[in-house]
């Protein structure tokens, strides 16, 4: 069974930071890409980084380019996201996503973890 | 870079049928697959349709996708209508770089 397990969230204050993780199982890890997708409270989904199957090539959105740095380690099947300089507007569930290159398709999700950013 | 957009919201009764649009701004839909979401409150997104018109398994036949290059534009339509359908439903596709896009959501009521 295909399992993503987030972890890493929590409360910071503005231009602060935290490390998000992603711990994946039931399925071979370095097949796959890998993507983050936040939700702010009420609001609805939004892409925010991905990384392919070895780490070489990676992407942001522009929201948060220049600040967010994620990564993979394939020897522990887990996928990272790195977050600095946070901002009240970055508040939202971070989910990990299972990517299928062939058809753009997240289709496994896990649960997420939650980033409060306030004073 | 291209937007999705849905509508806010669409309300319909139980065993009729509904379809929710997700138009492409910019290049053509048939580009890039369409994927659609559903998400109940306080649970996960999880795939009803992939690659535009693929059901996964466990997903009931009541939901179809399809897209149409004339609009430019990806559906959802969901049939015989069930309380449990009642959810938010989100369109995906990806750019050139494989940039995740997504619509911005269609609230769903079966009333």
């Known amino acids: 069974e295909v399992q993503l397990v987030e972890s890493g969230g929590g409360v910071v204050r503005p231009g602060g930071s935290l490390r998000l993780s992603c711990a994946a199982s039931?399925?071979?890890?370095?097949?796959?890409?890998m993507s983050w997708v936040r939700q702010a409270p009420g609001k609805g989904l939004e892409w925010v980084s991905g990384?392919?199957?070895?780490?070489?090539?990676?992407g942001y959105a522009d929201s948060v380019k220049g600040r967010f740095t994620i990564s993979r380690d394939n020897a522990k099947n887990s996928l990272y996201l790195q977050m600095n300089s946070l901002r009240a507007e970055d508040t939202a569930l971070y989910h990990c996503?299972?990517?299928?290159?062939?058809?753009?398709?997240?289709?496994?999700w896990g649960q997420g973890t939650l980033v409060t950013v306030s004073s | 870079n291209f937007m999705l957009t849905q509508p806010h919201s669409v309300s319909e009764s139980p065993g009729k049928t509904v379809t929710i649009s997700c138009t492409r701004s910019s290049g053509s839909v048939a580009s890039n697959y369409v994927q659609w979401y559903q998400q109940r409150p306080g649970s996960s997104p999880t795939t009803v349709i992939y690659e535009d018109n693929q059901r996964p398994s466990g997903v009931p036949d009541r939901f179809s996708g399809s897209i149409d290059s004339s609009s430019n534009s990806a559906s959802l339509t969901i049939s015989g209508l069930k309380t449990e359908d009642e959810a938010d439903y989100y369109c995906?596709?990806?750019?050139?770089?494989?940039?995740?896009?997504f619509g911005g959501g269609t609230t769903l009521t079966v009333l």
């Open positions: 990384i392919n199957w070895n780490g070489g090539s990676t």
């Open positions: 039931g399925f071979t890890f370095d097949d796959y890409g």
């Open positions: 996503a299972r990517f299928t290159y062939s058809s753009g398709w997240y289709d496994y």
């Open positions: 995906q596709s990806y750019d050139s770089s494989n940039h995740g896009v």
